[in-house]
């Protein structure tokens, strides 16, 4: 919540900064990559929490939540290196789909374990 909250004071700090109103999504290009990096963070969030929830339950809460924060971080990042430029965004990019996969493997082995071996 803390992400989603900091993400979306930056988009309005941008907005005051460049003078670009509500509803409006277009001007100085740095707004609109702060926008646009707000944008794909929520829309990667349920996502996330999603994964995170079931492999916290069904396979470790430790390792889930080691992940997790890894990926909390690697989301930062791509969002800094967005409101930078297009190009700083693609190795946290990288790496948060990653640990997607990675809590996607976690929460799959934990629910086959948990189903198929009681």
């Known amino acids: 919540v803390l992400f989603s909250a900091y993400f979306a004071m930056q988009v309005i700090y941008a ?6 109103s509500p509803p409006e999504t277009t001007g100085h290009p740095e707004f609109e990559r702060t926008f646009r990096a707000q944008a794909n963070c ?3 969030f349920p996502i996330f929490i999603s994964l995170l929830w079931v492999a916290g339950i069904f396979f470790h809460q430790g390792v889930t939540a080691a992940c997790g924060l890894l990926y909390l971080y690697t989301r930062l990042k791509y969002f800094q290196g967005y409101a930078v430029a297009a190009q700083g965004r693609l190795g946290p990019l990288y790496a948060s789909a990653w640990l997607l996969w990675v809590l996607l493997g976690l929460a799959l082995a934990g629910l086959l374990a948990h189903f198929l071996w009681p």
């Open 15 to 20: 907005r005051r900064k460049y003078k670009i």
């Open 42 to 44: 929520s829309e990667y």
